[in-house]
């Protein structure tokens, strides 16, 4: 399934542990999203998206199997749900699929933070 990553996930070391292959990563394709913000949840350290009139999110589009699939849905938990949604990349635009939790705030969201 083609992924949208924007958070925590962006780290090398968080998707390999957590997706659980190392070279899941390497097959990333640089994305943006447009018209989505980067935003807080309530006072946790884990971004959503939220929808932005303007607004532009950095990411990485991967390509993960069943049991890559599996793992991040796991760590994502249970308020994340899988939702469409259209990236940029080099070669155009391209349908992915990205976890959004409900409950965005309007706070930009700080990559320090890490899950």
Request: glycine content about 14%.
């Amino acid at each position: 399934m083609r992924l949208l990553l924007y958070g925590t996930l962006l780290d090398p070391a968080v998707l390999a542990r957590r997706g659980g292959d190392p070279a899941l990563r390497a097959s990333g394709i640089a994305a943006s999203l447009t018209g989505w913000t980067r935003v807080g949840i309530g006072c946790l350290p884990w971004p959503t998206l939220r929808r932005a009139r303007g607004g532009v999110v950095r990411g990485v589009v991967v390509e993960a199997d069943a049991a890559a699939l599996r793992r991040l849905a796991a760590y994502e938990g249970p308020a994340y749900r899988l939702t469409r949604v259209v990236a940029t990349t080099p070669t155009g635009k391209t349908a992915a699929w990205t976890w959004i939790a409900p409950g965005g705030t309007h706070r930009r969201w700080d990559a320090r933070w890490k899950g």
